[in-house]
C-alpha cells in the first residue's frame, strides 16, 4: 500500500538532546512537508522540500534541521537549540511542487521532552 | 489577525444532524480551499478540496467557498458518530507556496 511512514510514534527527549525523526514515503511524490501541530494551533510548517537535494525553511525552522538525500526520504532533526520542542510532529507529501493541495499525511510522532 | 480563523468547537452534535463547520480567512488571493479530518493521535487526511468559489459535493459531505465574504463552509449530512473528530480548513495560493490551517473544530457526534 501507498503511503507515509513516520516513527516512531512517539518519542522521548532528555533535555539537551538532539533527535531525528523518520519519514518515508512511497508515493513518488516530489514534495514533502514538516508540520508541528500544537494544542489550539493550526498546522505550522518547519520546513519543505520540492525536489532532492533542496530544502526551504518554514515559519518556524528555528532549532530545527532537514536533509533530503532521497526522494522517499524526510528526516527531521529537532536539535537542543528548540526551546520548545513538545509537540506533535507530522510529515506530509504531494505530488504538485508547487501547490499542496492534496498533501497526504503520516500518522505522527508525538515528542515529549522528559 | 490571523489569516485563517476556525472555531475550535467543540461541537456536539445528536446522530443524523446537519453539521455546518466555517472558517473566514483574511487573504483574498487565496484560490484552493481544502478540509482535512484528523482523528485523535492521527494525521489528517484530504476530505475535499474546492477551487475558487462555487460547491462541491462527495457523499454527505459539501464544501462551499464564498471568496466575496472570505468564508468557506463545510456541510455533514446524516452525521454518523465515525465523523467525531477534528475538522481543520486548509487555503493555498496567496502567490506563493505555503498553505495556511487552522486551528481546527472538534467534533463531536453522538449516537
Known amino acids: 500500500d501507498g503511503g507515509i511512514t513516520q516513527s516512531p510514534k512517539y518519542l522521548f527527549r532528555k533535555e539537551g538532546q538532539n533527535v531525528t525523526l523518520s519519514c518515508e514515503q512511497n508515493l513518488n511524490h516530489d514534495a514533502m512537508y514538516w508540520y508541528r501541530q500544537d494544542p489550539g494551533q493550526g498546522l505550522r510548517l518547519i520546513y519543505y522540500s520540492q525536489i532532492v537535494n533542496d530544502f526551504q525553511k518554514g515559519d518556524i525552522a528555528e532549532g530545527y534541521s532537514v536533509s533530503r538525500e532521497k526522494k522517499e526520504s524526510f528526516p527531521l532533526t529537532v536539535t537542543s537549540a528548540q526551546k520548545n520542542p513538545t509537540a506533535f510532529y507530522l510529515c506530509?507529501?504531494?505530488?504538485?511542487?508547487?501547490?499542496?493541495?492534496?498533501?497526504?499525511f503520516g500518522q505522527g510522532t508525538r515528542l515529549t521532552v522528559v | 489577525q490571523k489569516e485563517v480563523e476556525q472555531d475550535p468547537g467543540p461541537l456536539s452534535v445528536p446522530e443524523g444532524a446537519i453539521v455546518s463547520l466555517n472558517c473566514t480567512y483574511s487573504?483574498?488571493?487565496?484560490?484552493?480551499f481544502m478540509w482535512y479530518r484528523q482523528y485523535s493521535r492521527k494525521g489528517p487526511e484530504l476530505l475535499m478540496y474546492?477551487?475558487?468559489?462555487g460547491n462541491k459535493e462527495d457523499g454527505r459531505f459539501t464544501a462551499q467557498v464564498d471568496k466575496s465574504s472570505k468564508y468557506i463552509s463545510l456541510f455533514i449530512r446524516d452525521s454518523q458518530p465515525s465523523d467525531s473528530a477534528t475538522y481543520l480548513c486548509?487555503?493555498?495560493?496567496?502567490?506563493?507556496?505555503?498553505?495556511?490551517f487552522g486551528a481546527g473544530t472538534r467534533l463531536f457526534v453522538k449516537a
Open positions: 506530509a507529501s504531494s505530488q504538485r511542487q508547487i501547490l499542496n493541495t492534496e498533501a497526504f
Open positions: 474546492t477551487y475558487s468559489s
Open positions: 486548509a487555503m493555498s495560493g496567496g502567490g506563493g507556496f505555503k498553505t495556511i
Open positions: 487573504n483574498s488571493a487565496f484560490q484552493y
